[in-house]
């Protein structure tokens, strides 16, 4: 079985451009997360779909940042326009429950896109 | 809120001594804890969690933690270090709520782990 996976691994680009980033999840799993490591900080919850639904966006920075998961498969992540603190690890992650409130539910995580702003 | 804290980013342990990694978590309401292992060059594995179920969970690769309530504790062991372990090692915490079940995670801990 594929696991979580991410486009692209690394991104670089100058403040004031345009980035999207691609998770594609576990098939099956409706559940779909959004995390975020700024460099020496922890990881964060950025946001939570279920299905196409948005569940949580309590984490999204600001409006810079659009999240979209069309038809409940892959999902996008916007940064428009980058600035030098979007810098860092965006994590993805899927699970499976089909509530999206069950805590215990084991969340599976890509290997990360890590995004540089000059 | 939950949050959680892992004491010592950084851990340095000789091969086939203890490995013992901190983890400490506040919530006002019961909350399900988590151990997630990144080596390099890859996403979080989960290496345990703790649903209520039993307070010693057993995971992979030989390691455990025990939720200790009074503590507010659920520390990461292993009793013999191998070289394979160098990674860097996630708590996080989650509980039941309305807005789903994003995981709050603690700032990690780096294990090497040295010949």
């Known amino acids: 079985e594929a696991g979580v996976t991410q486009f692209p691994s690394h991104s670089v680009i100058e403040k004031g451009q345009t980035v999207t980033l691609r998770c594609d999840p576990i098939?099956?799993?409706?559940?779909l997360y959004w995390y975020r490591r700024v460099m020496g900080k922890e990881i964060k919850f950025l946001l939570h779909?279920?299905?196409?639904?948005?569940?949580?966006e309590s984490g999204m920075p600001n409006n810079r940042f659009l999240a979209e998961r069309t038809g409940g498969t892959y999902s996008t992540l916007k940064v428009q326009p980058a600035e030098l603190e979007d810098s860092g690890v965006y994590f993805c992650?899927?699970?499976?429950?089909?509530?999206?409130?069950?805590?215990?539910?084991?969340?599976?995580f890509g290997p990360g896109t890590r995004l540089t702003v000059l | 809120a939950q949050s959680v804290t892992q004491l010592g980013s950084h851990v340095s342990v000789s091969e086939g001594a203890l490995v013992l990694l901190r983890c400490n978590y506040s919530?006002?309401?019961?909350?399900?804890l988590f151990w997630y292992v990144q080596y390099p060059n890859q996403g979080l594995q989960l290496l345990l969690k703790?649903?209520?179920?039993?307070?010693l969970v057993k995971g992979i690769n030989g390691f455990e933690a025990e939720f200790k309530k009074s503590e507010t504790s659920f520390h990461l062991t292993k009793p013999s270090a191998h070289m394979s372990d160098a990674a860097e090692y996630f708590c996080?915490?989650?509980?039941?709520?309305?807005?789903?079940?994003?995981?709050?995670f603690g700032g990690g801990t780096r294990l090497m782990v040295k010949p």
């Open positions: 919530s006002s309401v019961p909350p399900y």
């Open positions: 703790y649903t209520s179920a039993a307070t």
């Open positions: 779909f279920v299905k196409e639904s948005k569940q949580d």
């Open positions: 098939s099956g799993h409706d559940n």
């Open positions: 996080a915490v989650s509980v039941v709520g309305d807005a789903g079940n994003m995981l709050t």
């Open positions: 992650a899927s699970s499976q429950d089909r509530t999206g409130v069950l805590p215990t539910d084991t969340q599976y």
